[in-house]
């Protein structure tokens, strides 16, 4: 079955750029959505079909994919930014990564 | 507002039987695929099934297959899970969702959670 590997933690200090990845084999010929969940809270879409925004998420939010890669990018992280990210895409059935958490310090 | 409301959780005994329900609200429900997606205590998110609009199609994650069925009342607005045989690895949280397309899941419920502990 298709697997999507995420990085277990990132790290990144306030004001600055954070980057998560999420690999797969030919993951660039798939669409790729990211979803943040806060502690006690339900997943949030953020990105879609590898880089759009649905309304209401910040700009700072932005995606990509290429290759056997995508990486979500937080530009001029902040405190509120500190969650688990999950990536996911469809192979046949729709598979989620393992999950990052990204702490702000 | 779009509002997907899970219930039906609840602790039951390993073999036992538990059918959740998500009431959905704020879209056409009828026009969309839906998806159940469950999290384990302290674990990652996992796909468990999706239907397709009119039920003519509907899939399972192979550790479910044979146990769960998806299912859905377009004129109730409702989708459910009904999970037979349930194991203890089937303890998590189960969140109903909808796609918006391309397996896009937009809006997710609160969750339900279900326990299969003795």
């Known amino acids: 079955s298709y697997k999507l590997t995420q990085p277990p933690s990132v790290s990144v200090s306030p004001g600055q750029t954070a980057s998560i990845t999420c690999s797969g084999d030919?993951?660039?010929?798939?669409?790729v959505c990211w979803y943040q969940q806060k502690p006690g809270q339900s997943p949030v879409l953020l990105i879609y079909?590898?880089?759009k925004r649905p309304s209401g998420i910040p700009e700072r939010f932005s995606g990509c994919n290429s290759g056997n890669t995508a990486t979500l990018t937080i530009s001029g992280t902040q405190a509120m930014d500190e969650a688990d990210y999950y990536c996911q895409a469809w192979d046949g059935s729709t598979v989620f990564g393992g999950g990052t958490k990204l702490t702000v310090l | 507002e779009v509002q997907l409301v899970e219930s039906g959780g609840g602790l039951v005994q390993p073999g036992g039987s538990l059918r959740l329900s998500c009431a959905a609200s704020g879209f056409t429900f009828s026009s969309l695929w839906m998806a159940w997606v469950r999290q384990a205590p302290g674990k990652g998110l996992e796909w468990v099934a999706h239907?397709?609009?009119?039920?003519?199609?509907?899939d399972y994650v192979e550790s479910v297959k044979g146990r769960f069925t998806i299912s859905r009342d377009n004129a109730k607005n409702s989708l459910y899970l009904q999970m037979n045989s349930l194991r203890a690895d089937d303890t998590a949280v189960y969140y109903c969702?909808?796609?918006?397309?391309?397996?896009?899941?937009?809006?997710w419920g609160q969750g339900a959670l279900v326990t299969v502990s003795s």
């Open positions: 239907i397709k609009q009119d039920g003519s199609e509907k």
């Open positions: 079909q590898n880089n």
């Open positions: 030919k993951l660039g010929d798939k669409y």
């Open positions: 969702a909808r796609d918006q397309g391309h397996s896009t899941y937009g809006a």
